[in-house]
Nanobody, 115 residues
Framework: QVQLVESGGGLVQPGGSLRLSCAAS????????MGWYRQAPGKQRELVAD???????NYLDSVKGRFTISIGSAKNSVDLQMNNLEPEDTAVYYC?????????WGQGTQVTVSS
């Protein structure tokens, strides 16, 4: 099975920064879209940011200007730089990679923004 390995979550104070990273366990697949979703307790999972074909980025309105998604140095990897974090950003963040044939999710990494 192909897996997405996530890292970078943790506890940070408001205004702080975190960098999430995600890498697929195989280089033998080509994904059309890679990105990050998040889900807070009692809320629907929502798209935070994604990147299509390695170049076209899409962001949740509330994170525009604060978060930046980019492709990683390894094939099938993606990073999410999160700056000026707010308590409302607290959620489990999930990496996602998909193509016409596959839709793969990471296990999720907790991001907590609190004083």
């Amino acid at each position: 099975q192909v897996q997405l390995v996530e890292s970078g979550g943790g506890l940070v104070q408001p205004g702080g920064s975190l960098r999430l990273s995600c890498a697929a366990s195989t280089a033998f697949l080509n994904f059309d879209v890679m990105g990050w979703y998040r889900q807070a307790p009692g809320k629907q999972r929502e798209l935070v940011a994604d990147i299509t074909n390695g170049e076209s980025m899409n962001y949740l309105d509330s994170v525009k200007g604060r978060f930046t998604i980019s492709i990683g140095s390894a094939k099938n990897s993606v990073d999410l730089q999160m700056n000026n974090l707010e308590p409302e950003d607290t959620a489990v963040y999930y990496c996602n990679a998909r193509s016409a044939a596959l839709n793969i999710w990471g296990q999720g990494t907790q991001v907590t923004v609190s004083s």
